[in-house]
């Protein structure tokens, strides 16, 4: 028998599947247009089915924020893993030793210490790990902005014996503050062209930067114009969300995904009460915050604003009418990334037909 929408307990993660492969299809004709390689980042998703899609597709490979995400991906198959980040410590670096022995792995690095501390461990293994130096392109997070720094630290790679040096990546993630379009394509042009002049000093200084590696969904049509970049690193289109679009960087109509929610309650004749709260919608208005965005989430088709959330209840003011307790609702998530971090499970659905049950299998992952 087949499932409907109505059928779903609330509140679910719905993901549309038309929409959702639409925004796979384009961001993967624009790297290809560029002649970049699209490596997708699955913090957003968490979903191997998906990521094995977007492979699929097109890409070369993921990128993971965390470690237990790759293993997640690595346990689901997937060989090609970049690892966005910086791994310290024994306990991640026997993890990572392990991890090595089934996938392709790159991981960032920023400092002559970690570096050091990675070559001892793959060193006793006997294994080499490929290296990105992280570059700092205005989002002021991890990474380096001293061209001296920058020369130092590619020197001690290469001096290293199981280092071995093969790019650079950034991430320009300010670029969710923006106030507009063109600064918005002001950030993703330097992000791009700051990445592309670092390449081009250390290959000067002889050595070999293959991986010029740039990315967030907002500067992606920018950062990956840019003559020498080689990769393009971006997780969020595949979905979309209320930050894309206060940004003017989709439409509603380009959100893929929503949260489906029941009203249970209209205690006055302008105010609606939700099944989502925080722990459904979550907190925050974006990547790194953004003051246009209003409300916690958009619902679909309109109706009011979700004002305020407690742990299991959301919010709405200014509720239609036509409202009553029971009613489904749909509501596009500010930001989808952190809310597919709550959910074990979402719906793929065409309309209102369910097609599959996914299992969020790399939510929770954060170590």
């Known amino acids: ?13 719905l993901i549309e599947k038309s929409i959702m492969e639409k925004n796979i299809r384009s961001m993967q004709r624009m790297a290809d247009r560029h002649g970049v390689d699209l490596r997708v980042h699955i913090k957003t998703h ?12 097109g890409a070369v490979g993921i990128a993971a924020a965390k470690l237990g995400e790759a293993e997640v991906m690595a346990d689901a198959g997937i060989k090609d893993i970049q690892i966005a980040n910086i791994i310290v410590g024994e306990t991640k670096i026997k993890r990572l030793l392990k991890l090595h022995r089934r996938c392709r792995l790159t991981v960032g690095v920023d400092s002559i210490g ?6 001892k461990a793959f060193s006793l293994a006997k294994r080499v790990l490929n290296v990105l130096i992280i570059v700092n392109t205005g989002l002021n997070r991890c990474g380096l902005s001293d061209n001296m720094a920058i020369i130092a630290l590619a020197d001690n790679c290469a001096a290293l014996k199981s280092i071995k040096l093969v790019g650079l990546m950034t991430h320009a993630g300010h670029a969710y503050a923006a106030s507009n379009k063109n600064e918005i394509k002001s950030i993703g042009r330097y992000e791009g062209e700051r990445l592309v002049e670092v390449a081009d000093f250390l290959r000067r200084r002889g050595h070999n930067i293959d991986i010029v590696s740039v990315g967030s969904t907002p500067t992606a049509k920018y950062c990956s114009a840019i003559k020498g970049v080689t990769e ?15 940004l003017n960087i989709y439409r509603i109509s380009n959100c893929a995904t929503n949260i489906y929610t029941t009203i249970i309650s209209r205690p006055s004749i302008d105010r609606a009460i939700l099944d989502a709260g925080s722990k459904a919608l979550a907190l925050d208005r974006g990547a790194h915050g953004s003051d246009a965005i209003v409300g916690f ?3 679909v088709g309109g109706g009011g604003i979700i004002d305020r959330l407690s742990e299991e209840h959301g919010f709405v003011e200014k509720a239609s009418r036509r409202f009553k307790v029971g009613d489904h609702i749909r509501i596009i998530p ?9 959910f074990d ?13 996914m299992k969020i299998a790399a939510r929770g992952r954060m170590n």
């Open 46 to 57: 968490k979903i191997p089915e998906l990521a094995k899609l977007q492979i699929k597709m």
């Open 114 to 119: 970690n570096a050091i501390e990675l070559s």
């Open 334 to 342: 500010n930001h989808i990334c952190t809310v597919m971090n709550l």
């Open 345 to 357: 499970f979402a719906y793929l659905v065409d309309g209102e037909t369910v097609l599959e049950k």
């Open 297 to 299: 989430g958009k619902i």
């Open 1 to 13: 028998m087949t499932m409907k929408i109505a059928d779903i307990d609330t509140p679910a993660v």
């Open 232 to 246: 393009l690193r971006v997780g969020n289109y595949i979905f979309g969300d209320m930050t894309q679009v206060s």
